[in-house]
């Protein structure tokens, strides 16, 4: 079963252009929210995170923003550059839980 | 400081053939986990370790087995490989299940076709 629903599966953005990639959840015990960049020939490496208790985080041009009643989390690149085309997944995790269930990805490119 | 390293990248084999996938992390992880990954279907766990001498099944864990005989490796071992096993695999591993120690460091990748 998919726990986390990932959309789009692909997006195309023009360079400084927003992406957004949108993820929503059904388990309400899950509770910290990572998000993935993978590029080409590489394995996945942890791009940002957030927990419930806030709505938004952060770090630099990426935005994690978070609804809980919504049971929704999303992705924004702000200024997206052709270095930021890539793969990107969503996760979440259980409270106390050893492993990650994550979304089906979403193969983002931006066009200079 | 190599962090996860997979051998082989690559590798064809046929169908009914064995191998094994090694995974080495040099980080101290207690935890580190297999899967495999599909155009559509994202990353999906086939089976993780908690520990030195542990495993468990995750969520697609047949015609897969895995052993942790040393807290550093943890293999995957395809017994008999059918096509559907035709994939890439990424081994990861992580700290703890709190904190900063949260964060998942993953390989490279091994890209496995069966014909």
């Known amino acids: 079963q998919q726990q986390v629903k990932q959309s789009p599966q692909s997006l195309i953005v023009q360079k400084g252009g927003i992406s957004i990639i949108n993820c929503a959840y059904e388990n309400t015990a899950f509770d910290y929210f990572p998000w993935y960049q993978q590029f080409p020939g590489k394995g996945p490496a942890l791009l940002i995170a957030?927990?419930?208790?806030?709505s938004e985080k952060k770090e630099g041009r990426f935005t994690i923003s978070f609804n809980k009643s919504a049971k929704q989390f999303s992705l924004h690149i702000m200024d997206s550059q052709p270095g930021d085309s890539a793969t990107y997944f969503c996760?979440?995790?259980?409270?106390?839980?050893?492993?990650?269930?994550f979304g089906q990805g979403t193969r983002l490119t931006i066009n200079p | 400081n190599a962090g996860v390293t997979q051998t082989p990248k690559f590798r064809v084999l046929k169908t009914g053939q064995s191998m094994t996938l090694l995974c080495a992390q040099d980080m101290n992880h207690e935890y580190m986990y297999w899967y495999r990954q599909d155009p559509g279907m994202g990353l999906r766990l086939i089976h993780y370790?908690?520990?030195?001498?542990?495993?468990a099944k995750g969520e697609v864990p047949d015609g897969y087995n895995v052993s942790r005989l040393k807290k550093q490796n943890f293999l995957l071992g395809l017994e008999s490989a059918a096509p559907s096993q035709t994939s890439v695999y990424f081994c990861?591993?992580?700290?703890?299940?709190?904190?900063?120690?949260?964060?998942?460091?993953f390989g490279q990748g091994t890209r496995l076709t069966v014909v």
């Open positions: 370790s908690v520990g030195e001498g542990t495993t």
């Open positions: 990861a591993s992580s700290y703890s299940l709190s904190g900063a120690g949260t964060e998942a460091f």
């Open positions: 957030i927990r419930p208790d806030v």
């Open positions: 996760a979440a995790r259980r409270l106390g839980a050893q492993k990650l269930v």
